[in-house]
């Protein structure tokens, strides 16, 4: 896709402003998500333009419904695509999923039905996004707890076929892999041998917790030792661009983080994702 390469990085929260407001040796860039400044303020804007400068972004949105033909809030593309201006982001990301149902919002991110129409409609989707940000699109690996019954494609090929169709990156969030594999009771790896691992672009790392026996992608702990395995696995394997952590709660010490980053970047560098 002719991205560059751009490092290891931080999804932006709030929580962390004080620390990226300074520019960060640890932090090679920030992804940014658009609901977090949707309804763009002056204000807003002059932050989003002020982190810009000191880092690469790239976007990660929450509500673009790749998987159904709802209909977007009022206003929304367009603040995405204002936003992706504002950052001068490098690639744009979403979740292979449906957030909406006609004009109904449904607030999570909810598996599409793995069917040739649902197929069609997502490759359709990512096409329309793509062309309209005029980026690279990347669609993420969602965890979810349940399987539609109407469901007849195995789910590492229905990303293979989506990603592959709309042309289009993959996000492989690691984390996500990790959640399903523990509650579904199956071996991580064989699965991403199925994936289209030569459409990686960006790698998410996370931390969750467990629940009533269920493993939850709450973002709320650093990555679990699995999820360094799997990506020291999956490193040398894709043409990798950028890996970030995701956190939105039990935030550590900034110092933490920035070790977590330096754990990846150091697989990176070991493995010359760099040189991909």
Known sequence: MGTPFIGVGLSYRWELQPHLARGNPGVDWLEVTPEHFLPLTPDAERRLELLARRFP??????????????????GYREGVCRIAQLTKSVWHGDHLCFTRVGDLPLRALTPVPRVEEALETCVRNIRQVQAGLGLPFVVENIAWLFDDAQSTLDEADFIRRVVTEADCGLLLDLHNLYCNAVNRQFDPYPYLEQLPLDRVVQIHLAGGTTMEGLRLDSHSECSPEEVWRMLEYVVPRCPVRGVNFEMDSGFPPFSRLVEELARARGILQRHGAHAA
């Open 57 to 74: 972004m790239v976007g990660h949105s929450l509500e673009l419904s790749v998987g159904s033909d709802g209909v977007d809030a009022p």
